[in-house]
């Protein structure tokens, strides 16, 4: 499975970016799916999950402004941020797994300027 994520820019702080992420595969073939996010200096972090393909889980500091949604009849996965600030400024990767398999994205750059 390969992923493809998309989508990051640089946007004003207040403003919405949507980041897009593609698998080559079948979508349905895996149970969950996530978005991370790695800023300078910091650990990579959860930033929201869809386990077992209906449970939704999102970190405490997106809770409330970031929607994830996955559409396996286009094998996508989408996370649609709002109301960014500077600190949300990283790079973002797309996750899924697969039993004891994880698959991860390029990365996206997302760059919220004050």
């Known amino acids: 499975v390969q992923l493809q994520a998309s989508g990051g820019g640089l946007v004003q702080a207040g403003g919405s970016l949507t980041l897009s992420c593609a698998a080559s595969?079948?979508?349905?073939?895996?149970?969950?799916v996530a978005w991370y996010r790695q800023a300078p200096g910091k650990q990579r972090e959860l930033v929201a999950s869809i386990i077992s393909g209906k449970i939704i889980n999102y970190g405490d500091s997106v809770k409330g402004r970031f929607i994830t949604v996955r559409d396996d009849a286009k094998n996508t996965l989408e996370l649609q941020m709002n109301s960014l600030t500077p600190e949300d400024t990283a790079i973002y990767y797309c996750?899924?797994?697969?039993?004891?398999?994880?698959?991860w994205g390029q990365g996206t750059l997302v760059t919220v300027s004050s």
């Open positions: 595969g079948s979508m349905h073939s895996l149970p969950t």
């Open positions: 996750n899924a797994q697969r039993g004891n398999l994880m698959y």
